[in-house]
């Protein structure tokens, strides 16, 4: 079981910078970041492979966001810059034990973190 648990939400006004992190207390082969607002399904983000370090990012968010990872803290970062009104979510760090399914939906992690608002104001 690994556990996973974020921090750095928060509210900004657009065009702002946030940065969000995640710490999993053990190792995992791929991390990711998903969103989701109230009445929509959760939206992949962005991925890291933890072996090869390799990204994926959702095309609403290339330019802007960055994931990336410190091997020591065993944690994940989700830098976002140029943010919009649109980006407003509640962001979750997700983990995948093993290799399965895909980077892009829900169903290829594993374990969850208990989500962090972000708000951007016009």
């Known amino acids: 079981q690994v556990q996973l648990v974020e921090s750095g939400g928060g509210l900004v006004q657009a065009g702002g910078s946030l940065r969000l992190s995640c710490a999993a207390s053990?190792?995992?082969?791929?991390m990711g970041w998903f969103r989701q607002v109230p009445g929509k399904e959760r939206e992949f983000v962005a991925a890291?492979?933890?072996?090869?370090?390799?990204?994926r990012y959702a095309d609403s968010v290339k330019g802007r966001f960055t994931i990336s990872r410190d091997n020591a803290k065993n944690t994940v970062y989700l830098q976002m810059n140029s943010l919009q009104p649109d980006d407003t979510a509640v962001y979750s760090c997700?983990?995948?034990?093993?290799?399965?399914?895909?980077?892009?939906?829900?169903?290829?992690?594993?374990?969850w973190g208990q989500g962090t608002q972000v708000t951007v104001s016009s």
């Open positions: 997700a983990a995948a034990a093993y290799i399965h399914g895909t980077v892009y939906k829900t169903e290829g992690y594993d374990y």
């Open positions: 053990g190792r995992t082969f791929r």
């Open positions: 890291l492979s933890w072996n090869t370090g390799s990204t």
